[in-house]
């Protein structure tokens, strides 16, 4: 009985490390995420206007520097229809094409855009003037999907409502 108890506490310790996998910063199958910064590197966030003249916050994901006025370069642009002060420690999720809870783009290298299939941001704390962490998650039409974290600087409001 001993031996069998043994053997069965042995396969589950085998199967368990068996199928424990670290972290990665681009993902495609269900990790967890990243600890890094992934694919995008540099991050900005700022209070703008939804389409209804209500609060929007927008996040933008980079693979380069950014400046304000000239986010060059391949990104993502992420804008969710709600103040900034309502996302401190909230999971937003935005599904294709724009909705009434936001919007979220991939804009090329030559400027032109093209809705995600899906991002999924959680936020840490969201207090203006301080840094904005947190981690992101998207899903680009080809089926590619890239994940990590960022630690988003504040840009001025952008708009008469921003």
């Not at 980079?62 to 804008?79: F, I, M, N, Q």
């Amino acid at each position: 009985m001993r031996t069998r108890t043994f053997h069965l506490a042995a396969c589950c310790v085998i199967l368990v490390a068996g199928c424990a996998r670290p972290p990665t910063t681009s993902s495609g199958d269900g990790d967890p995420p990243a600890a890094g910064p992934g694919r995008f590197s540099h991050s900005a966030i700022q209070r703008t206007i939804a389409p209804w003249d209500g609060p929007a916050t927008q996040l933008v994901l980079s693979e380069k520097e950014l400046e304000k006025g000239k986010p060059d370069g391949p990104r993502v642009s992420v804008r969710i229809y709600k103040g900034p002060d309502s996302l401190s420690k909230q999971r937003v999720r935005l599904e294709g094409k724009e909705s009434r809870q936001g919007a979220a783009m991939w804009v090329a290298e030559d400027g032109k855009g093209a809705p995600l299939d899906w991002a999924q941001i959680d936020f840490d704390e969201v207090r203006e003037g301080k840094p904005v962490t947190g981690t992101y998650e998207v899903a680009f039409a080809d089926g590619k999907r890239e994940r990590g974290r960022f630690e988003a600087k504040w840009w001025a409001s952008e708009g008469p409502g921003g």
